[in-house]
């Protein structure tokens, strides 16, 4: 029986949570569904773990691949900016996805087990336990990386807003003083009333 082209479990640095789907599985054109979550890695993040584990993977896989066939696998490794449309897809950053079939667990930095969904939103800091393994399906191949668990981990000082939240009204607009002290602002001046929509 041919060896499966998977690595051992590996436990990721920390990133950023993007498109988290990790509560309920999702599909998309078709495939599917899912259960998911992309890692941003900020400039600096040492790799090395995961992709020691995805050369695993390919190396198994290379080693039964028909010798008329070029070998090229797809890197899971993203250079964010590929995406820079999107929030937090920044400069220096790497991306790299994650799914799985089967739920994950989730949890808080003390290991509680975390069900609420708005806990575990897009731009919270993380990490994952994984598994890397190679695929070859429809005439694409590569390396992926299966989705284990996710363990949520403090900001430590770090951005970790949501990504695409709305902005705080208190930093929306200036003081305005109330004249009156009716709590209306003053904003209208007497008599201005019929002045607002010429």
Not at 21 to 43: C, D, I, M, N, V
Not at 106 to 116: C, G, N, R, Y
Request: aromatic share 10%; with cysteine.
């Amino acid at each position: 029986m041919a060896e499966k082209a998977r690595s051992k479990k590996v436990i990721t640095p920390e990133g950023r949570l993007s498109f988290p789907h990790l509560f309920e599985a999702r599909g998309y054109e078709g495939s599917a569904e899912k259960y998911s979550t992309a890692l941003l890695f900020p400039p600096g993040t040492d790799l090395s773990e995961m992709k020691k584990a995805a050369n695993e993977a390919a190396k198994i896989q290379k080693a039964s691949w028909p010798a008329k066939r070029p070998y090229n696998p797809r890197n899971p490794f993203r250079d964010a900016t590929e995406k820079a449309h999107l929030d937090g897809y920044e400069e220096g950053w790497t991306v790299v996805s994650f799914s799985s079939k089967r739920r994950p667990g989730v949890v808080a930095p003390d290991k509680t087990p975390v069900t609420d969904e708005n806990v575990a939103h897009a731009g919270r800091w993380a990490r994952v336990s994984c598994v890397a393994f190679a695929y070859d399906v429809k005439g694409n191949h590569g390396v992926s990386f299966a989705l284990n668990n996710v363990q949520l981990v403090p900001a430590k000082g770090r951005e970790d807003s949501p990504f695409g939240s709305a902005s705080r009204a208190e930093d929306d607009f200036d003081e305005i003083e109330d004249i009156d002290g009716d709590g209306d602002g003053d904003e209208i001046a007497p008599g201005d009333e019929d002045e607002l929509f010429k």
